[in-house]
């Protein structure tokens, strides 16, 4: 299993920026994000098992366009990888077996960036700083 622990997953200052433009209708298009990103990786996936070049690059340059656009760095950047190289051996007329590595990666990087996500959006969990561990609101509440 694929670990990102280690890896910054998310820049949390174009997310909260993002979040802020969006407002109420945040919740919505990260659930048309999540929902997108579904398809895109298993489509993705699909060409990949294909071996068709081409079935790569819209979902792949979806994927990009998207990530990118909540601060998902990190995935943009593989989705990237695969469209252009895809684009390329859609010129040179070549199978994607050299994306095997990216392809093998996208699933779960995906799934850790939308937990990720989820995680910060979830009105319960509070992120402090960099590297914090999440504090649980209305600690008071309830029985004491």
């Known amino acids: 299993m694929v670990s990102f622990q280690d890896e910054e997953l998310v820049d949390w200052a174009e997310f909260d920026a993002v979040r802020e433009q969006l407002g109420a209708n ?3 298009i990260l ?3 999540s929902e997108d990103g579904i398809k895109s ?3 993705i996936e699909q060409a990949m098992r294909d071996k068709v070049s081409v079935a790569l690059i819209v ?11 909540f601060g998902a760095r ?5 989705a990237e990888k695969i469209e252009m190289t895809a684009r390329h051996l859609v010129e040179i007329q070549q199978t994607p077996e050299e994306l ?3 392809a ?8 850790a960036t939308m937990a990720s996500l989820e995680k910060a959006t979830n009105p319960l969990v509070q992120r402090r700083g960099a590297g914090a561990e999440p504090e649980v609101a209305n600690q008071k509440f309830g029985r004491l």
């Open 104 to 111: 093998v990666r996208l699933r779960p990087m995906f799934e």
């Open 31 to 33: 659930r048309y994000f």
């Open 26 to 28: 945040f919740a919505r």
């Open 74 to 78: 990190p995935l943009s950047a593989i």
């Open 100 to 102: 095997v590595p990216e």
């Open 59 to 69: 979902p792949a340059h979806t994927l990009k366009g998207e990530s990118l656009q």
């Open 41 to 43: 990786v298993e489509a």
